[in-house]
Structure formats: C-alpha cells, structure tokens
C-alpha cells in the first residue's frame, strides 16, 4: 500500500491524498480546493497530480471547501466512482459545492472582463454550478459508526471529530493477502467542550495515522470564557462605539455557534437590544441542515432544543438571504451585529461589508476563527494600516478584535488529547499534514514530548510506501 501526499502537506488547504493499494486499487482521501491565494490557486487547483479517471472511490472526512471543493472538477474531468461521507456531509455539500460553482462563475466573468481589455482569450471556471450539481449523483451516505465494506480488499468506518456537523475521521481497514492494515485519516479535529457538538471520539488502533496540525504551535483559550468574551465584545461595539460589529464567519459552523452564543448570552439577558443580521444564503440553509441533523448534537445542545424549540432563532435575529435586503444593511445606520461569510474574508458578502464600513472608527471587526496567510483576513488581524478590497486600497480605521475560542480546530493539547486514545508503540507511522511548516515541525515536537514515535512530516506530492 503506498500513500501520495497530494495536497495539505506545507499549508492548510487542498486536502488530498491518494491511497493506492496492492491491487491497484486507487482510493482518495478527500479533494479540497486551494484557497487564499488569488489567481495562484487556479493553476494549482487545476494541477491535481492524478488523473481522475484512475480513480476508484473518493472517501470524504467532511464538507469544508478546502477537503471537498474539487470534487466537481474531478467528476468532470471523468472521475465515475462513488463519493463515500456521513449524511450530514453529503447534505452540506449539496449547497457548498454549488455555492463554489456559482462564486467561480461569477469571479471568471469578472477576470475575463479585464482579459477582453487585454485582448487576451477568455478562461472558463474550474467548474459551474451545473457540475457541482451532477457531482451530487456520486455521493453515497454511511452513518457514523458503522463498518461498511467497500470491496473485498477495504472496508471503512467514520468516527465523529468534532469538528464540524457531519466531520468523520476515516478508519480504513485494507487486507493486503494474508495481512491487515490499519488507517485513520482523522480530517480536522475539533474542540473539545464545544457549545453544539460532541466531543471527539475515539477510534481504534491504527497501524497508520494521517492528521491535521493547523494549531500545533499554539492554544487555544477556554471555551468556558468565550461567550464572556464575546458578549464584552458585542457591548463594546454596540454600546459604547455604537457602530456596527461585523463578524467574518464561515456559514457552515463558525456561524451556528456564533449564532447559538447570542441566543444563550440573549436569554441571559446579557445582550444589548440590538438588531442581529446573518447575512449569508449559504449560512440561511446550513442552518436549515443543522435543524435536520439534530442527532449529531450533544446533550447539551439536546437539553437546550428542548426547552427552546430552536436554537438558531430568537428575536431580534433575522437572516438575509436576498442581495437587496443585504444592500440596505449598507445604510443601516443603527448599531447592529452583522454575521456574513467567508471567515477568511476573501469572498462573500463580508467583503462589501468590510469595503463599506472598514475606514469608519466605530465599526469593530471581530475574526472567529482561522485565516490562512495572504488572505485579506490575516493581513487585516496582523495589522496593516492599508487593505485592498475589490481592487480599492482602504485605510484600516475600524477596530479589529480576534477570538480564537470558537474555532473548530483543536489546538495543539486538544488534538493530543485525542490522538492519545492509540497505543504509542503501536502506531508504525504518523504523518502530520495540513499545516504551515514551521508549525507542524514545533507539532512534532509537542507529540514527541507526549511520548509518540515515527511522526513524519510529509512533502507535497510525496509518495511513501506502507
């Protein structure tokens, strides 16, 4: 068995790693999308370093765009086999992936409108909204904890991560003649103690492990402090700037916890009275998703449906969905809460926010999660006093806060914490991957410390035998 690290191996996007077996059998772990790196990433998403047509199955360990997003392309480029992942994954991915269709459609006409005046060709996106649509055909849904046997040389198994409504780590077991390997892919990692989902499962000894190391270098502060913040946060804004605060979010995630916080911190009457707008169609119907897949909630969250029948709505909330209604929030002139995508800040209706209301002093803008370097969300929480937005330079005159707490990456203790439900001696090998360099090296470290062997710190495009 040989595995290629085709992407996530020196960054944290373009998830994918192919696994080939003794048979021939060719079986890719996820297929995420570059991202955060403008026109850069449209070659190096093209180059997928396999030809789809080879390829056997494709598992899936969750729905974000940076494991799932290339997954149109490569059913169009003749990719025939079945797309494994948990229902609540195969559900998101049903509106993230036209979401990227129609966002690539759209951002190709505008580039090639600057071609025209170049008098150069046009380009054609990576994928339509069409494609992403077709590729829905392939998905088949297996329920977490259940073995299911692909063929007669591998069967799987998705364990719940934590990390995101339907993320699963990949357990694989592969008869190679008379022996049996292990694998897990463990995808990202959540959180423990987490507001809406479960703690990260266990998962049976690995012969193997492939996973994540976006926080290895750092941690995170309690989960238990984080409403505490963000309500200080939201006064802070509201009250005493009486700006807007505007919250970068990814829809699928970052936006129902954020959402679910104000509802707690609202029905502690902790909440100044103020109109709160999420201002995201994709975020409008994920949330109708999570609503579906009530049975991957905790207990807590459980207890809380049942005492308040929704938690994703109460009053003062409301959800913009059409580009008119979020248009007006351009003149809404009270102080407010607008929750918009992407968190990174590179796409999406955030971008007109940012664009409209980044050079006011009483606008605060608050990150919830991860920014990837060279996107407009790192340059803005390092502290560039300049920004270019849609092509226009803007002075950075709002107030920029981050809280890290609500991120779905486990930090460096948490992900250990998870990692050590394995035997140590018993792992042959553990292969760090999405992750910067520099932190998967000091990642390395920390495992070392906690007593694990064998980690290996793969190249991009390395193929390593097993």
Not at 238 to 257: H, M, N, S, W
Request: aromatic share 8%.
């Amino acid at each position: 068995m040989k595995i290629s690290f085709l992407g996530a191996t020196q960054e944290v996007t373009g998830s994918k790693f192919l696994i080939t077996t003794v048979k021939g059998t060719k079986i890719l772990l996820d297929c995420g999308m570059y991202q955060g790196k403008g026109l850069e990433t449209d070659a190096m998403n093209r180059d997928l370093g396999f030809d789809p047509t080879e390829i056997d199955y494709l598992i899936l360990s969750h729905s974000h765009i940076d494991h799932s997003g290339l997954i149109p392309y490569i059913c169009k480029e003749g990719f025939r086999g079945t797309i494994f992942c948990t229902p609540a994954a195969c559900d998101l991915c049903g509106i993230m992936l036209a979401d990227s269709g129609k966002i690539q459609e759209a951002d190709t006409m505008q580039f090639n409108k600057k071609r025209e005046k170049e008098n150069l060709p046009p380009v054609k996106p990576i994928y339509t909204m069409r494609d992403a649509m077709n590729s829905m055909r392939q998905f088949v849904s297996v329920p977490f904890d259940h073995p299911y046997r692909i063929n007669s040389e591998f069967s799987i198994r998705f364990i719940d991560t934590g990390h995101m409504l339907g993320s699963g780590a990949i357990y694989m077991t592969v008869k190679e003649g008379r022996k049996t390997k292990t694998l897990c892919y463990t995808g990202d990692i959540g959180r423990y103690n987490k507001k809406i989902l479960p703690d990260p499962k266990a998962f049976p000894q690995a012969d193997y492990i492939i996973t994540e190391s976006t926080y290895g270098d750092r941690l995170h502060t309690s989960l238990d402090f984080a409403e505490e913040e963000l309500m200080l946060i939201v006064k802070d804004a509201v009250a005493q700037r009486k700006g807007k605060l505007i919250i970068p979010a990814f829809a699928i995630g970052r936006t129902q916890d954020v959402v679910y916080a104000l509802h707690r911190l609202k029905g502690k009457n902790n909440l100044p009275d103020v109109d709160i707008f999420v201002d995201s169609p994709l975020a409008v119907s994920a949330t109708d998703i999570f609503r579906k897949h009530a049975e991957n909630f905790n207990e807590g969250m459980q207890k809380f449906i049942d005492d308040h029948d929704d938690p994703f709505g109460f009053e003062k909330l409301h959800y913009v969905r059409t580009v008119e209604d979020s248009k007006r929030l351009n003149t809404h002139n009270r102080p407010c809460v607008i929750i918009s995508a992407s968190g990174m800040m590179e796409a999406g209706r955030v971008k007109h926010h940012l664009a409209n209301n980044i050079e006011n002093p009483s606008t605060t803008i608050l990150s919830v999660g991860y920014c990837a370097p060279n996107t407009l969300g790192a340059k803005i929480l390092r502290g560039d006093k300049k920004v270019s937005i849609f092509g226009v330079s803007n002075q950075v005159r709002a107030t920029v806060k981050s809280l890290e707490a609500f991120s779905g990456h486990g930090d460096y203790e948490e992900m250990i914490r998870y990692l050590s439900c394995q035997n140590k001696s018993k792992i042959k090998q553990l292969f760090l991957v999405h992750g910067e360099d520099e932190v998967r090296r000091n990642y390395s470290r920390h495992l070392c410390d906690a007593g694990f062997n064998n980690i290996h710190i793969p190249m991009f495009r390395e193929e390593v035998e097993l």
